[in-house]
């Protein structure tokens, strides 16, 4: 049976809204054949954020050494048994019919790894309205990716991403950096693999005061340039060794085969300049 694995980091402190995101899960309605685990894992060792998770043995739980969101996710990866892992921030919500859209797009294009939906951003005040970074439905291209992060704008709401697992181990999982590991993980799939937008809302990222990017001190203008630096230089590298990950020819794919190819001469191929 085919699974799609949504991987959840929380930490003691942040998980007020992580029932929320259960039901949100719990709803979801899949494709004949498939099911879903809910890989929580948190950010540290207390146990506190997930003791109020209700008993189902489709959501696994697990603890860490703090190291933060990308650490966390990678941990939760380690544990992840599907073809496909979704990401799902602690205080988000997925959409009805979010996962069935994902999988259904890897039917509809089998030679996709990844993929991303576009999201609602859900105000204080209640409102939801669409978030400001959604490209149209189609192919997304390293150099469309590329080009809008290199300018700091953000070209998608990385915590929506659907990958497939064996690209994701491929890759690592996600960077143990302070912030923007989510879009990093983005990028590196987007330099090795291809992948697609789907315009219909898979998700909502709620604002709130208390979420990590509202805080002063998340975004420190200086560390974000370094941050910049060091993903696209590592981006940059992907893309121009000439690796190529391809997933198997089977549906599910649950592993692919890796191509290396000569880089083409002409320096960084990543920017479209």
């Not at 859209?101 to 030679?111: A, E, S």
């Not at 209640?126 to 990716?145: I, M, N, R």
């Amino acid at each position: 049976m085919p699974i799609i694995s949504i991987i959840t980091p929380v930490y003691d402190g942040g998980h007020q809204y992580l029932g929320d995101a259960y039901i949100s899960v719990k709803n979801q309605a899949l494709p004949h054949g498939w099911s879903w685990e809910w890989i929580v894992q948190e950010d540290g060792r207390t146990s506190r954020p997930t003791a109020a998770l209700p008993n189902d043995p489709r959501v696994r739980v697990g603890t860490g050494t703090r190291g933060g969101a990308g650490v966390a996710r990678t941990l939760g990866l380690a544990r992840a048994r599907g073809d496909l892992v979704r990401a799902l921030d602690a205080d988000d919500l997925l959409m009805e019919g979010a996962l069935a859209r994902d999988i259904q797009v890897f039917r509809d294009f089998p030679g996709i790894s990844w993929c991303i939906s576009s999201c609602l951003d859900l105000l204080p005040d209640g409102a939801l309205v669409p978030g400001p970074y959604d490209p149209p439905a189609g192919a997304l291209s390293f150099q469309q990716l590329r080009e809008q992060f290199e300018a700091d704008r953000f070209p998608v709401v990385g915590t929506h991403l659907t990958v497939r697992t064996g690209l994701v181990r491929a890759l690592g999982g996600w960077p143990a950096l302070p912030a923007l590991e989510a879009m990093a993980l983005v990028l590196a799939c987007a330099a090795v693999a291809p992948g697609r937008m789907i315009s219909e809302p898979g998700g909502i990222y709620r604002k709130h005061p208390a979420q990590t990017t509202a805080q002063p001190h998340y975004r420190d203008e200086g560390e974000f340039i370094t941050l910049r630096a060091a993903l696209l230089s590592r981006m940059d590298s992907l893309q121009a060794s000439g690796w190529r990950w391809v997933p198997a020819a089977r549906e599910p794919a649950a592993s692919a085969r890796a191509e290396w190819g000569v880089a083409r001469p002409g320096g960084r191929r990543g920017s479209g300049r």
